[in-house]
C-alpha cells in the first residue's frame, strides 16, 4: 500500500511538471511565438529544470509542437461548441457572433485563454506537424459555418464562402496579436461582441457591388 501511494504520489507530481512546462511554453510562445523561446526560459517559469523537458517531452520543439497543438485543440473546441448551438434559421450575425466567440471571451478572460488565442494567431500561417490530427475538428468546424453560411448566402457558391470564412478567422487572428486587440481587452465581453461581430459579419457578407 505505502509502495503504491508513492508510486501515484510520482506520477502526480510527473504531471504537475508536465502541465507545468506546456503552460509555460505556451504563455512564451504567445508572446514570441516559436523562433523567440528557449529552453531556460520555459524551465525558469515552469521552476523546473531542464532534465525535465527531455524526460516528458525529449526536446524543445518536442515541447512546442504539444503545446501549440493543444492551444488548437482548446480553439476549435470552443468554436464547435459556439457553432454546433446554431440552427437551420441562424442569422448571419447569429453566425458571426458564434464564429468570433472564441476569440471575445479569450479577449475578456485575459490569461491562458488569451494566450491559447494568441498561439493559434501565430501558427496560423505555417501549421505545425501535429495539424493533421485536428483535420476532423477543422473539417467539422468549416463543415457547420457552411451550412448556416449558405442558408443566408444563397446566391454565394461554396468556394467564394470558404474564401470569406478564411479571411473572418484571420481577421480574428491579426486581432488578438494587435494594439486593437489590446484595446479590446478592456472591454467587457459584451462591449467586445458589439464591437466586433459587426465585422466579422461584414466579412461573411461581402459586398458584391464593389467593383461593378
Not at 25 to 31: F, I, K, T, V
Not at 58 to 71: M, Q
Not at 82 to 96: H, K
Request: hydrophobic share 45%; with cysteine.
Amino acid at each position: 500500500m505505502v509502495w503504491a501511494e508513492k508510486g501515484d504520489l510520482r506520477r502526480e507530481a510527473g504531471q504537475r511538471t508536465r502541465d507545468g512546462l506546456q503552460t509555460a511554453a505556451l504563455e512564451l510562445l504567445a508572446q514570441r511565438g516559436q523562433e523567440g523561446v528557449t529552453l531556460r526560459e520555459i524551465t525558469d517559469r515552469a521552476g523546473a529544470n531542464v532534465a525535465a523537458v527531455s524526460y516528458h517531452y525529449g526536446s524543445l520543439k518536442a515541447l512546442c509542437d504539444s503545446a501549440i497543438e493543444h492551444a488548437l485543440e482548446q480553439y476549435l473546441d470552443a468554436q464547435i461548441l459556439a457553432l454546433d448551438s446554431l440552427g437551420s434559421t441562424s442569422t448571419l450575425r447569429e453566425v458571426a457572433a458564434a464564429f468570433a466567440r472564441p476569440m471575445v471571451s479569450a479577449l475578456a478572460a485575459g490569461g491562458q485563454d488569451l494566450a491559447v488565442m494568441r498561439t493559434v494567431a501565430r501558427v496560423g500561417i505555417e501549421p505545425p506537424q501535429g495539424w493533421e490530427r485536428l483535420a476532423g475538428k477543422f473539417d467539422h468546424s468549416r463543415r457547420v459555418a457552411l451550412r448556416v453560411l449558405s442558408a443566408n448566402l444563397a446566391d454565394v457558391d461554396e468556394q467564394e464562402l470558404i474564401f470569406r470564412t478564411r479571411c473572418a478567422a484571420g481577421l480574428l487572428n491579426w486581432l488578438a496579436l494587435s494594439p486593437i486587440g489590446a484595446e479590446l481587452a478592456a472591454m467587457s465581453a459584451e462591449q467586445i461582441e458589439r464591437q466586433l461581430v459587426p465585422v466579422v459579419a461584414g466579412a461573411f457578407r461581402g459586398d458584391a457591388s464593389v467593383g461593378r
